[in-house]
T-cell receptor, first 111, second 119 residues
């Protein structure tokens, strides 16, 4: 079975550019999470969806960040405009019941 | 107050020996779940084991077991017969509440323990 699929795996972009990260959750999972990992702050929940509806976006750092889940098999996390402090690993995870599985992460570097 | 506390930033263990990674948690919910994840140097987050607050038995998955002591609010991970491939960062996480219908609620993570398995 395919796991959570994220793209791109690595992205290097210039400050001010728009970044779009993509996620395909595991089929049948109805919750989806976006996490960010940095050395300074560890793993932080940015936003999560249940049945494609955003439930809690209190972790989204500012208006430059937005996330959508147009259907059960796809979600995006967009940063516009990007800043160097956004450099991190962004994980998508999906869940059904007590199982929560992570994708391999998108490594973002903003220069 | 920290919801998840991992007090061991780094641990060393000899190959084939058992190791315990500590995790304490803080919640006022009666229903919650505890998770352990492994993050090798390649960066992916690998689900290892889950313990529900109402589970009477300690969870086990192969060489992994969770020593759940509810009164002490601890959920330590025990890895038996350590292997070189167990060298990684290990994260404890908690889901508070019952979780949404059919789906998981958000996880709060600890700061992790870096485990190094030596020959």
């Amino acid at each position: 079975d395919a796991g959570v699929i994220q793209s791109p795996r690595h992205e290097v972009t210039e400050m001010g550019q728009e970044v779009t990260l993509r996620c395909k959750p595991i089929s049948g999972h109805n919750s989806l999470f976006w996490y960010r990992q940095t050395m300074m702050r560890g793993l932080e929940l940015l936003i999560y969806f249940n049945n494609n509806v955003p439930i809690d976006d209190s972790g989204m750092p500012e208006d430059r960040f937005s996330a959508k889940m147009p259907n059960a098999s796809f979600s995006t996390l967009k940063i516009q405009p990007s800043e160097p402090r956004d450099s991190a690993v962004y994980f998508c995870a999906s869940s059904w019941g007590n199982t929560i599985y992570f994708g391999e992460g998108s490594w973002l570097t903003v220069v | 107050a920290q919801k998840i506390t991992q007090t061991q930033p780094g641990m060393f263990v000899q190959e084939k020996e058992a190791v315990t990674l500590d995790c304490t948690y803080d919640t006022s919910d009666q229903s919650y779940g505890l998770f352990w994840y492994k993050q090798p140097s390649s960066g992916e987050m690998i689900f290892l084991i889950y313990q529900g607050s109402y589970d009477e038995q300690n969870a086990t998955e192969g060489r992994y077991s969770l020593n759940f002591q509810k009164a002490r609010k601890s959920a330590n991970l025990v890895i038996s017969a350590s292997q070189l491939g167990d060298s990684a960062m290990y994260f404890c996480a908690m889901r508070e509440g019952r979780g949404l219908t059919g789906g998981g609620n958000k996880l709060t993570f600890g700061t992790g323990t870096q485990l190094k398995v030596e020959l």
